[in-house]
T-cell receptor
Framework: GAVVSQHPSWVICKSGTSVKIECRSL??????MFWYRQFPKQSLMLMAT?????????EQGVEKDKFLINHASLTLSTLTVTSAHPEDSSFYIC?????????????FGPGTRLTVT | KQEVTQIPAALSVPEGENLVLNCSFT??????LQWFRQDPGKGLTSLLL?????REQTSGRLNASLDKSSGRSTLYIAASQPGDSATYLC??????????FGEGTQLTVNP
């Protein structure tokens, strides 16, 4: 099956710094990727839709200037958490929909755990 | 706005028991419904996907059903094992490949 990777798998950073998380589709092209956030003991919440070659679409309540998304190629989307604060500590997961529609599960990355101290 | 609810929030059963996890959604205009498993601190493992035109899917000891008109799905786990202990999430896919997740059911199977 198709594989999506994320890097890093975990990161610790100091408050006020920026952190970049990469999401790669390893054996397929992804014109669209999704970024989710999961707080402890909670479910996944969609943050934004990353579109190759165009601006990302953010969900209501997600600050686009804080969570910068770049989808510069068909295999790579990046999420940059700018001026990170402890409340940004969370598990970030990306996904990519199948290349063809019709009954195929989305491919999820393994997630990135961000801790802001 | 699509909302997904899972009941129960937590479940503890003895090994060998058959169990049912429930998922309901408010908007029946879905492309498909997926059940996932998530182990603590880990990503998602896809278990079953049911297309909107299907009624059920089976994989090993797992069986998922979908009643789109009533906005309900169930995940049936037969002969539960301690290794089944995890959080189970259901998610519905709507337009634009967007997934809306439920809060999950935390399952503990006791030896």
């Amino acid at each position: 099956g198709a594989v999506v990777s994320q890097h890093p798998s975990w990161v610790i950073c100091k408050s006020g710094t920026s952190v970049k998380i990469e999401c790669r589709s390893l054996d397929f092209q992804a014109t669209t990727m999704f970024w989710y956030r999961q707080f402890p003991k909670q479910s996944l919440m969609l943050m934004a839709t990353s579109n190759e070659g165009s601006k990302a679409t953010y969900e209501q309540g997600v600050e686009k200037d804080k969570f910068l998304i770049n989808h510069a190629s068909l295999t790579l989307s990046t999420l940059t958490v700018t001026s990170a604060h402890p409340e940004d500590s969370s598990f970030y997961i990306c996904s990519a929909p199948p290349e063809t529609r019709g009954g195929y599960e989305q491919y999820f990355g393994p997630g990135t755990r961000l801790t802001v101290t | 706005k699509q909302e997904v609810t899972q009941i129960p929030a937590a479940l503890s059963v003895p090994e060998g028991e058959n169990l049912v996890l429930n998922c309901s959604f408010t908007d029946s205009a879905i492309y498909n419904l997926q059940w996932f498993r998530q182990d603590p601190g880990k990503g998602l493992t896809s278990l079953l996907l049911i297309q909107s035109s299907q009624r059920e899917q089976t994989s090993g000891r797992l069986n998922a059903s979908l009643d789109k008109s009533s906005g309900r799905s169930t995940l049936y786990i037969a002969a539960s094992q301690p290794g089944d202990s995890a959080t189970y999430l259901c998610a519905v896919e709507t337009s634009g490949s967007r997934l809306t997740f439920g809060e999950g059911t935390q399952l503990t199977v006791n030896p």
